[in-house]
């Protein structure tokens, strides 16, 4: 790249990534607060599993955008080129990375068994077990994550800041065997291995959806899908399709690049901020898009949940918390998850008996 055109993409990371840490890290908060606390017609399990994917890619918006890629591109010398913050911050970074792609691998998986069978839903149903999920892929996650940590070291560089040549510690990729064993399968554990998974079960899920038409009677179809049921379908269909091909398309550049930029140009010598190289651009192209990742769910639920609408417009408009609804007509795609019960649906109300004209007889 010529001077120029790497000065503007430089100055667009300077800005790209604040601005994500600015937007993003409100907006998981207060996703947290919709799913939690506004209860947006959600099941009791997908508010867990939501709920704790939004504190963990807050946790990722932290440690990776704000306390490292914004600092490379603002400050001269970060906190994290020193001991032991060269270790901690990589062993920070990767905990949070697995978590949220394991949670999101864990509640599609979920989803779908629960769609497939009745005594997976009685399983699942329980929201301490779902509790204990979420914390034991956190912990799980942070004790694979233990080996980044080592992948790092502490060196001595020689610098040129302000035209003058000075030599600054810096805290480089570690040019050893383990390192790259390490580095492999840390890539596939949190690139990967999930997003092949996340395409298997969302196209599971949408298979099962596409039969599910076969489980209830046209009576029971009517009343939960309404009149027109092969519309509905097709709807969430094309939901499913669009949050799988976006999980996707913002995942694999970075799963690619990073395998190519830890393997063929696995070189202590290699110049990794020299944007003359194209990796080097295709690679911070790739982390732009899979950083986007952790800021988009809050725009997903306002796009496929009509009651989560609905909670944030009263949330904003600090109007009354809106009541749940009774019928099944409004079903969104949340719903749909949810899987509920449709038996209880089919009641009918109450009816009063009275007993007029008795007579003794005998």
Known sequence: MEGASVSVFVTVQKIYY?????????????????????????????????SCLA?????????????????????????????????????????????SSWIVVVFTIERYLVLRSTVSKQNFSQTWDTKMFCTAIVLLSHLVSVPMGWINIVTPVNLTVDGENMTLPRCRYRNHTYSTVIVWISTFLSGGIPIVLVIIFNYLIGYHLCRASNLFTK?????????????????????????????????????VTYCI?????????????????????????????????STTNFLLYCMVSHRFRQE?????????????????????TMKVFSVVNHKGSLSSSPVTVVLTSLKQTG
């Open 18 to 50: 604040p601005l994500l840490c600015i937007v993003g890290i409100p907006a998981n908060l207060f996703t947290f607060y919709m799913i939690c606390f506004r209860k947006c017609g959600m099941s009791n399990t997908a508010i867990v599993y939501l």
């Open 261 to 293: 930029l830890r393997t063929r140009y696995n070189d202590e010598s290699f110049n990794r901020n020299d944007y003359s190289i194209p990796i080097n651009v295709a690679g911070d192209v790739a982390n732009m898009l899979q950083n986007l990742n």
């Open 312 to 332: 944030l417009v009263q949330a904003m408009t600090c109007k009354a918390k809106a009541r749940e609804l009774s019928t099944l007509l409004n079903n969104t």
């Open 55 to 99: 504190i963990v890619d807050t946790f990722y918006l932290v440690w990776v955008i704000l306390l490292d890629l914004t600092l490379t591109f603002w400050t001269v010398q970060p906190f994290w080129h020193s001991d032991p913050w060269c270790g901690i911050l990589g062993f920070l970074q990767y905990g949070s990375l697995y978590s």
């Open 219 to 255: 009576e029971e179809r009517r009343i939960m899908y309404g009149r027109n049921t092969r519309g509905t379908l097709k709807r969430t269909i094309l939901i499913l399709g669009t949050v799988s091909v976006a999980f996707v398309v913002l995942s694999l550049p970075r799963f």
